[in-house]
């Protein structure tokens, strides 16, 4: 059965990073291939450059069935402008993973979505990070979800909604959500803390 992947693009722009329209409007042209994805994108809260493109495919194997397509390269050749502005350099750096999450990433359709980005300390953590994961997954009402990144088993990414990044901060604050982090951050390193405002295309 396929298993839904999504697809995280991370990118740190030259200029502010584009309003939603432009991107959403180009991210259309995939359905003329034949799929139907939904895809989200948003500025970092605290960094107007840091941007973000997110495509929730059906499985791994239909997004590089797109990928592989002639037509997808006319996308990404259109993308350029609208990310690069007038600046013909385009973006200065940009991360792609791809993730199947541990279930329905409902985060990206809250006010405020928190992604982080772990590496286990030591590849034999895989187990006890898990169950950290799933424990506040469940204690979130699955507002939470993780998944290993297919780039690297060692890498998770973790993501959460919430109405304001104040709450996000308050709930981390708390003594047993500060204990499992505690707990997490002997096993893995947190690489990136992002909290992003998303726009879904229709």
């Known amino acids: 059965m396929p298993v839904p992947t999504t697809e995280i693009v991370i990118i740190n722009?030259?200029?502010?990073?584009?309003?939603?329209?432009?991107?959403?409007?180009?991210?259309k042209q995939i359905k003329t291939l034949g799929v139907n994805p939904s895809f989200y994108t948003g500025v970092e809260a605290e960094n107007p450059k840091g941007g973000f493109i997110i495509v929730q495919w059906d499985s791994y194997e239909q997004h590089q069935k797109v990928v592989k397509s002639p037509s997808y390269?006319?996308?990404?050749?259109?993308?350029?402008?609208?990310l690069s502005g007038q600046n013909p350099t385009g973006a200065t750096e940009h991360k792609?993973?791809?993730?199947?999450?541990?279930?329905?990433?409902?985060?990206?359709?809250?006010?405020?979505?928190?992604?982080?980005?772990?590496?286990?300390?030591?590849?034999?953590?895989?187990?006890?990070?898990?169950d950290i994961l799933s424990k506040r997954s469940e204690a979130s009402g699955n507002m939470l979800v993780y998944g290993q990144t297919?780039?690297?088993?060692?890498?998770?990414?973790?993501?959460?909604?919430?109405?304001?990044?104040?709450?996000?901060?308050?709930?981390?604050?708390?003594?047993?959500v500060a204990a499992a982090l505690r707990q997490l951050y002997s096993l893995a390193d947190e690489d990136n803390l992002y909290s992003v405002t998303l726009t879904k295309g229709s």
Do not use: C
Not at 73 to 82: E, G, I, R, S, W
Not at 106 to 118: G, L, N, R, S
Not at 163 to 171: C, D, G, H, R
């Open 13 to 27: 722009s030259n200029d502010s990073f584009p309003t939603p329209e432009p991107l959403l409007s180009t991210f």
């Open 96 to 130: 792609i993973y791809h993730v199947q999450f541990s279930g329905p990433a409902v985060a990206f359709d809250q006010p405020v979505t928190e992604m982080v980005i772990i590496t286990l300390k030591d590849p034999g953590n895989h187990g006890a990070v898990v």
């Open 73 to 82: 390269t006319d996308v990404v050749n259109d993308l350029k402008p609208v």
């Open 150 to 176: 297919r780039e690297d088993e060692n890498k998770y990414i973790i993501v959460s909604g919430w109405p304001t990044v104040e709450a996000q901060k308050q709930t981390a604050s708390k003594p047993e």
